[in-house]
């Protein structure tokens, strides 16, 4: 049997096709993860990502390219996506902290909480949900690091990232003049 055949096969949703599939290229796409990004890890965790992405998105395969060629750019746009999720920073809401992020760049968000009065914030802060004023009470008003805020909070801390910054956004379109 040839390679497209099996190609067709998974697109059909045959077991047999993905199996060959995943055993002819798995050992490629993991030594080439490896050899780019030095991190054995990463490079198992972004070929699971890939081929099961791959496999949901199957049929839009195009038989004019090769497979690992396609497998190879699924990793790729993968590890952007990982590299961007590792990138989310958070930044203090007022110039006169005494903790600065030197290297940070603020975001929009940010930025409109800086130049907002503090009885307007305070006013459009008791809007968000407690558990949103809660995180950005401790973090910005309190100082507290993600950790501390996550140990006395008993939340992980990625997910008290993400709480993070999904209250900023929330207070940040709070705070947008509207027109």
């Known amino acids: ?15 047999a096709g993905f199996n060959y599939l995943l ?11 490896t050899k780019k990004y030095n991190d054995p890890y990463l490079a ?7 081929f099961a992405r791959a496999f949901d998105k199957i049929h839009t395969f195009k038989d004019q390219y090769e497979f690992k060629t396609w497998l190879v750019q699924i990793a790729k746009n993968l590890v952007i996506d990982e590299h961007r999720k590792k990138k ?3 930044e203090p809401i007022f110039e006169n902290t005494k903790k600065q992020i030197s290297d940070a760049v603020p975001s929009i968000e940010d930025e409109m909480i800086k130049s ?21 009470e401790m973090r910005y008003f309190k100082e507290m690091s993600f950790k501390a805020i996550s140990q006395e909070l008993q939340i992980p801390i990625n997910n008290l990232k993400v709480r993070s910054l999904r209250a900023k956004k929330m207070l940040h379109q709070q705070l947008i003049p509207k027109t």
């Open 23 to 33: 055993k002819n290229y798995w050992r490629y796409l993991t030594t080439y993860l």
């Open 88 to 90: 989310l920073t958070t």
């Open 44 to 50: 198992e965790e972004i070929c699971i990502q890939t």
């Open 1 to 15: 049997m040839h390679e497209q055949e099996y190609i067709e096969r998974a697109k059909a949703g045959d077991y």
């Open 116 to 136: 907002q009065d503090a009885a307007d914030l305070a006013k459009q802060l008791k809007k968000l949900p407690q558990h949103y004023q809660q995180i950005i």
